[in-house]
């Protein structure tokens, strides 16, 4: 059921990557990105993240050999809503703008802890020069 509906959402991020243009390896952040001590409102956001994401999205966001980086410009708010966000963990994703393959739904995350890991990667990429 769940998988049925991504193509579906699939479909809508390449039309939008067509119009805005998915940004490149040009625009990825370097491997040693340091973004500073996290502040107090992201410190549970970023227990999360390290939990349930940084082994596909690398500490700091900044990827691994199996997942993209998420600061990164095809990242940003504008290209992918904190929506994105919530349904990837939801659904999964579908491989698309990568060659990491697919992502699966990640299990026993609330939406409410997704909005913190959000707010955590928001505010990495916001240290990155990204918003
Ligand atoms: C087992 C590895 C793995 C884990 C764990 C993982 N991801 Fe992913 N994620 C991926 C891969 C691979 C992709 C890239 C799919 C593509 O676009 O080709 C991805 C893509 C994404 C995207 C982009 C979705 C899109 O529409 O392009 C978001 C957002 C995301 N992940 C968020 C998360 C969050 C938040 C967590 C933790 C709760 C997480 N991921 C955990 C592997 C992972």
């Excluded at 349930?52 to 504008?78: D, F, R």
Aim: charged share 15%.
């Amino acid at each position: 059921m769940a998988l049925q509906r991504a193509p579906l959402i699939i479909a809508g991020f390449v039309a939008a990557g067509a119009t805005v243009g998915c940004g490149g390896d040009a625009s990825r952040v370097a491997d040693d990105f340091d973004p500073g001590p996290t502040p107090f409102e992201f410190i549970a956001g970023e227990t999360m993240y390290t939990g349930s994401c940084a082994t596909c999205h690398g500490t700091n966001g900044t990827g691994t050999t199996t997942g993209p980086p998420l600061v990164h410009k095809i990242y940003e708010p504008s290209h992918h809503a904190d929506a994105a966000f919530h349904r990837s963990v939801q659904l999964g994703v579908v491989a698309h703008h990568w060659q990491f393959g697919p992502m699966a739904p990640v299990e026993g995350l609330p939406p409410e802890q997704v909005d913190r890991i959000i707010a955590y990667v928001r505010w990495l990429q916001r240290q990155a020069g990204i918003s």
